[in-house]
């Protein structure tokens, strides 16, 4: 029994030395935490219900049926080098870019699909929130973004695309 306890306080011993480790490691990320600075990257379900994410068929099958306003939250550089056909440039860069006011005055029971540049980007994540805060109750987030549409070989137009 004596072996038994001290196997397992060895044990206890290596997770939290383990446990201290890692929190010395990652001070730095484990403070903005603490401040809060990464809420706005995380989405809680309950305080948008009309946002919901959407694989790329659903994007795909929704841009196809022109069922939707398909808006691209990347800066205009990277939507002028290519983006879904037909889609508006409304960027999400952080600088307070007004969303325009024709889509401002869009049924706010439209279908609205945001996209960015897909993986870690959260630019259609915090427009799909100020559409919702605008009052539209139907916004879908295409995570895969840019990056996995042009991958799956769908099409794409380039240029401003804005009138």
Known sequence: MSEARRVLRQALVIGALGLIAAAAVHSPLIKRFVRGEFRESFFQPAEYPGVR??????AEDLWAAGEALV????ARSFFAQGHVPGARNVPADGSGSAIPREI?????DMTIVVYCEGGTCQSSLALAKRLHDEGFKD????????EEWTKAGLPEEKGDGQE
Do not use: Q
Request: cysteine-free; hydrophobic content about 50%; overall charge negative.
């Open 139 to 146: 916004i879908r987030v295409f995570s895969g973004g840019w």
């Open 53 to 58: 994410m959407i694989t790329l068929a659903e």
């Open 104 to 108: 401002l005055d869009s049924p706010g």
């Open 71 to 74: 808006l691209d939250a990347r």
